[in-house]
């Protein structure tokens, strides 16, 4: 079956870098357009980024575009986030999702801290 | 960005109500909007796709209406297991965007 497992979250000081990871199996990953997704309480969910399933296109929201960039290894089945210039505002669940035209298959996210 | 505006924020409704949720995106967005359903702690799942397409193995009590800036989700006749928080996404164009959210609580 489907299944994204995400990594990597923890609690890292404003300023500093972070690399999230999301592992995907049962599914042909290179043939999939993936997202990035976070949550926080205050501002619900929030979409970060997509990268298509070639690595040609990517999009970032404005909140993060110029401190994150998303990448993939279709040769790992692995999705990344890599979190530069972290702020307390970037406080979150991440979540990885594929997009089947819609984002059809979720990971159970996993917690950034930004906090001194 | 495209702005979406979905109302009501929290609801309060029964076993058996209809219950309706909107979403209205600041332009036209044609039929590219999807519902997710959340439950505390977990991921969100999609319900509805293309505005009123219903997702495989989601029970038919949910449906999706509209086009261009209005839409709805509508849930027929609400179960205990349908008590969540609802979010609209347009997948028109980038940056995507979700509604802020709908708490139901039955």
């Known amino acids: 079956q489907v299944q994204l497992v995400e990594s990597g979250g923890g609690v890292v000081q404003p300023g500093r870098s972070l690399r999230l990871s999301c592992a995907a199996s049962?599914?042909?990953?290179?043939?999939?357009?993936l997202h990035w997704v976070r949550q926080t309480p205050d501002k619900g969910l929030e979409w970060v980024a997509v990268?298509?399933?070639?690595?040609?296109?990517?999009y970032y929201a404005d909140s993060v575009k110029g401190r994150f960039i998303i990448s993939r290894d279709n040769s790992k089945n692995t999705l990344y986030l890599q979190m530069n210039s972290l702020r307390a505002d970037d406080t979150a669940v991440y979540f990885c999702a594929r997009d089947d035209g819609d984002f059809d298959y979720w990971g159970q996210g996993t917690l950034v801290t930004v906090s001194s | 960005a495209i702005q979406m505006t979905q109302s009501p924020s929290s609801l309060s409704a029964s076993v058996g109500d209809r219950v309706t949720i909107t979403c209205r995106a600041g332009?036209?967005?044609?039929?590219?909007l999807a519902w997710y359903q959340q439950k505390p702690g977990k991921a969100p799942q999609l319900l509805i796709y293309?505005?009123?397409s219903l997702h495989k193995g989601v029970p038919s009590r949910f449906s999706g209406s509209g086009s261009g800036t209005d839409f709805t989700l509508t849930i027929s006749s609400l179960q205990p297991e349908d008590s969540a928080t609802y979010y609209c996404?347009?997948?028109?164009?980038?940056?995507?965007?979700f509604g802020q959210g709908t708490k139901l609580e039955i």
């Open positions: 332009q036209g967005i044609r039929t590219n």
């Open positions: 990268i298509s399933f070639d690595e040609i296109n990517k």
């Open positions: 049962g599914f042909t990953f290179s043939a999939y357009t």
């Open positions: 996404l347009q997948d028109y164009s980038y940056p995507y965007t």
């Open positions: 293309t505005a009123s």
